[in-house]
């Protein structure tokens, strides 16, 4: 249900922007199926839907808060303040502009007026779109609060009472069950938290406003489809500030792509019904890629004086050739498929555990793609399965570098001819790559993790 906006997939380290308990929405919203209401934008720096920030004093009022009256973090030209007032101004001309193409998607004139009647914009979406984050959070942190013993216990709880409909799932698309729980209870905290905005007037604002026009039409438009079909009702359709809806939040499109009829009601129903909610989401799985009967990847021990260049996403290998390179599980068992291709991540480098991942984390991945997310979702159903936490620990000791040092470390890097792109604090591959070639330069393990002394030693101190 993912396809993300463009530079959040492939990033790692520690560095994770969302400073507190956020959602993960911006990375599937802007490109993909908008995830969760419990975390933000793993490093995409989104503020969640359902932990909204303090009202903004002055602009219009939106929603259940006002927005800022500011101009966008981003610089965009559609994000100042004046574009936004004015593409405001013109929401109501927007939406009946859309008509021919609902009616090209067979949506009645009747009830595009119906659903489309009473519409405003929230403009505090704009804020959350543009939204950059000042602190970040660990990836072990992020670990911690998504994996933990309550949790736990309520996936457990839902694996035994919808038994029979993850036993009928399993059988038809082959897709672990224990994942499909882990996303569940991610996404939304066992349809706890899935946000309460309408998704007609999230993504109607964000189809006439902002930077992500073209995108989100596409997503206004396939709401009213799935309305006009009578798969879901208006107040079914309520989630997170980019559309995502449900205990596994689909945007619309994903909705339109993977959503299933599994109890034969005639209805498609992600939102209400647990038969249909649990088939939609393997559906999804599967399509995207999933291999029955595998897993997502194995912890592992890198060996002191590893070459870190080597852990990277396009760096895939088979395991027997990552064994002759020293890397062994962490449990200290076999390998089960020597021949299995996966790729190296090491999230916290040097210092943290290694892990290497399969083809079914690369399909996790689809559905959000970040890789702290990806590894909280494997190990959540790992655990579920009744495994064990990891087993190496994490550099706990380091401290998270704020948003001024991030854009520090990103200057001092292009000042010494390793970075070519544009600082802006946000940590991606080009950061990543810039960061290792430095590390080489000075004798240190080249792993890209952009840690305290690593900025200490770019001042030079």
Known sequence: MTRSMAGLAGLTGATLVAAALLCPLQARAQGSNGLSNLFGGIFSGQTPSSTQPAPAQGGAQAGSQSWSGEDGASGHPLMTAAAIREAAANFDNCVASMWPDAARRNITQENFQRFTAGLTP?????????????????????????????????????????????DATEKAYGVDRYIIAAIWGIESNYSTQMGDRSVLQSTATLACIGRRQAYFRDEFLSALEILNRGDLNPDQMRGSWAGAFGPTQFMPTAFKRFAVDADGDGRR?????????????????????????????????????????????????????????????????????????????????????????????????????????????????????????????????????????????????????????????????????????????????????????????????
């Open 122 to 166: 929230d403009l505090r979406i704009m804020d959350l779109l543009d939204s950059q984050p000042e602190f970040t959070k660990s990836i072990w942190d992020y670990l911690d609060i998504l994996v933990n013993d309550n949790r736990l216990a309520k996936g457990k709880e839902i694996l035994a009472k919808y038994k029979a409909q993850f």
């Open 269 to 461: 129903d992600v939102v209400d019904n647990p038969a249909d909610l649990i088939a939609s989401t393997a559906n999804n799985l599967k399509k995207d890629g999933w291999q029955s009967g595998a897993s997502w990847g194995y912890e592992v021990v890198v060996p002191q004086g590893f070459n870190y260049m080597l852990a990277d996403r396009a760096k895939a290998m088979t395991i027997a050739q990552w064994e002759k390179l020293g890397i062994k599980r962490a449990t200290s068992q076999p390998f089960p498929q020597p021949a299995d291709k996966a790729y190296l991540l090491t999230p916290a480098g040097a210092q943290g555990p290694g892990f290497l991942m399969l083809q079914n984390f690369r399909v996790i991945m689809k559905y959000n793609p970040a890789e702290a997310y990806a590894l909280a979702i494997g190990h959540f159903a790992d655990r579920l399965r009744g495994g064990q936490p990891f087993v190496q620990p994490w550099p706990r000791q380091e401290r998270e570098l704020s948003r001024a040092e991030r854009l520090e470390l990103q200057q001092l890097l292009a000042q010494r001819g390793f970075y070519k792109g544009t600082p802006d604090g946000q940590f991606g591959g080009q950061t990543r790559d810039a960061l290792r070639n430095f590390q080489a330069s000075i004798g240190a393990p080249a792993d890209g993790f952009a840690s305290s002394d690593m900025l200490e030693r770019l001042r030079g101190r």
